[in-house]
Nanobody, 117 residues
């Protein structure tokens, strides 16, 4: 099993920046892709960005050019640098880890990101 601990959420003004961090522990030898999802009240939980162990990334269209995902395989950590934040980025952000050849999904507890206008 993989345990995930997230940090870095908070309240910021539009145009500001936040950096989310997620540290994995447990069965870390089996980690494949890592990523971030977000969910606003009454909305579906959607992918924000993910990154493979080799460093290939993908982003949802609305965050391209503003967010950057990265990972440190030695630290078993994944990060999301969020710049030029907009009110529509407000959501609970969840760290996600795919492991065991993609057969297992692990989730963090979620961290609130609130962007005021």
């Amino acid at each position: 099993q993989v345990q995930l601990v997230e940090s870095g959420g908070g309240l910021v003004q539009a145009g500001g920046s936040l950096r989310l961090s997620c540290a994995a522990s447990g069965s870390i030898f089996s980690i494949d892709a890592m990523g971030w999802y977000r969910q606003a009240p009454g909305k579906q939980r959607d992918l924000v960005a993910d990154i493979t162990r080799g460093g290939s990334t993908k982003y949802r269209d609305s965050v391209k050019g503003r967010f950057t995902i990265s990972r440190d395989n030695d630290k078993n950590a994944v990060y999301l640098q969020m710049n030029s934040l907009k009110p529509e980025d407000t959501a609970v952000y969840y760290c996600n880890v795919k492991s065991m050849g993609g057969l297992r999904d692990s989730w963090g507890q979620g961290t609130q990101v609130t962007v005021s206008s």
